[in-house]
């Protein structure tokens, strides 16, 4: 039986207050999650319990128990408050997948800071604007991506250390140091800060149409929503090994890579390296694994990859799958039922909402190319764009609208209230994303309401992509637009308009892709860029990308009569 029916037939009426007892927690006590992480499962009888197995890119492995994490999550917030990092302040940790990133964040947050993960592949630019947005004290990282740090310390008068986790011998520069977790200085008995449910916890950055990336202030209270969403949607039993293949840096790496499994006791694996369809069967194979969580474009590459592939290994142990960062598709569905015997199970949610909110939970028949229906103790809509109010009607498109309260929905955005307002429109949070409800009451998702791009399930802004854009000697103007992927569902497109005296060329093209990659992170680099003579724009001079998207997608363009065509 599923975790969902057993705990349902016990007891039918959901209340998120019944999760606080199990987490033996109190709305308004002490909500701490590094503790609740590590201690609470050392403290239930699972010291010796394994809870990481990790891997990287070389096969090199290492075990944690729940002991270990327990004790080197308390030596790193001894380490960082010996250092006079205070709680509040803000905590980047910019790494690879490797232990410290995910033995760093519970510790991060046993001193009472802000963790604020940052997806090591971020270039300078990228790295800048959400440190400085959010005044950043420290960054604990690797020292190749130090060289990154380096480049914009100047610049970044608040970040007083950067912490390299593999310094060696290394020669420093000015406010680094080095910190290897393996030999801290014990503090078996850190007293842990006592946090409150309405302390902050994590700040991750998301991209939005307008503006720079915006800082998603989470609170320890969230942990709540991701101990029941884990045990209900990604069904984690005391004997499961999890594997979450989505990177910290991301919202999914977090609430589902390092919270919802450690809250629920459970082992879980890391392979600290990328896509690599054998490597990833042999990582399953070798680790026995039982539930993954990973995402449509890493199960389109899987795909691609045929049966050969998958039939050299033994993958039995897999029992439940799930997906999420895009919408699964049909054929997906059917794949994963005829090649692991099993169906991925679709979750909806996003770095705002904390927590899945709309799913086919395990209980729940799956229909292929749906994302199910909404979580118990999540009130879903779906509105009017006009009136935002319901549709209530099935089959009729519309916005996707969650009624506020739930524990893990975001608390602000840092640094800016109006964007936060913004969001909500007739006492609902729009999620900026469009789908239908069907008779039976399930979701089918339409596709995301605004210019936000989404590549392999990381949503990038075009905001950002134009400003940096902006940076290249030759380039007057620009427009970031998502073009058609077949495997990544969508990829960056910019147009650009260049300054009198360039012209267009093969060269200046990748010149220009190059300096994006480089700045801001491969994700954001544009695959093409065509050179245009002027962008569609409104009267008012705003760039009309959903014109420029029309044309990718071979989409009707809808009203023009705002825009000048002249
Ligand atoms: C968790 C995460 C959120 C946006 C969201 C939507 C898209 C996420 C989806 C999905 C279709 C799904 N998205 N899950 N689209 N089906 N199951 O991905 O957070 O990075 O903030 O992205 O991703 O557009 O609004 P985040």
Known sequence: MTNIEADLQKNPQFDWSASECELGIDRSGIINIGWLCSDRPCQMGKAAKTALLWEDHQGVEKVFTYNDIRILSNNIAAYLEGLGLKPGERICLFMDRVPELYIGFLGILKLGAVAQPLFSAFGEESLFTRLDNAQTSAIITQRKHALKVRKIRDQLPNLRYIIIVD?????????????????????????????????????????????????????????????????????????????CNADPGWVTGTSYGIIGPWVNGVTQAVLDSGFNAERWYKFIEKYKITVWYSAPTAIRLLMREGKETVQKFNLSSLRHLCSVGEPLNAEAVHWSKETFGRPFHDTFWQTETGCIVITNHPALPVKPGSMGKPFPGIEAAVLNPQTFEPVNQTGIAGLIALKPGWPSMVRSYWNNPT??????????????????????????????????????????????????????????????????????????????????GYAPSDDMELDIMNLIRKRLSPLAMPQEIEFIDALPKTRSGKIVRRILRAKEFNEPLGDMSTVMND
């Open 167 to 243: 310094a060696g011998e290394g020669a420093l520069k000015e406010r680094e140091i080095a910190m290897d977790m393996e030999k801290l200085p014990k503090a078996d008995d850190y007293k842990v800060y006592p946090t409150k449910a309405e302390t902050s916890s994590v700040l991750h950055y998301t991209s939005g149409t307008t503006g720079q990336p915006k800082g998603a202030q989470h609170v320890h209270y969230s942990i709540v929503s991701q101990y029941i969403t884990a045990k209900w949607v990604l069904d984690l039993k005391d004997d499961d090994i999890y594997w």
């Open 419 to 500: 964007g936060y307002q913004n969001k909500f429109k007739n006492g609902w949070y729009l999620c900026g994303d469009r789908a239908s409800i069907d008779i039976d009451g399930y979701y089918w998702f339409m596709g995301r309401d605004d210019d936000v791009i989404n590549t392999g399930g990381h949503l990038v802004g075009p905001f950002e992509i134009e400003s940096a854009l902006l940076e290249h000697p030759a380039v007057a103007e620009s427009a970031a637009v998502a073009k058609p992927d077949p495997i990544n569902m969508e990829v960056v497109k910019a147009f650009v308009v260049l300054k009198p």
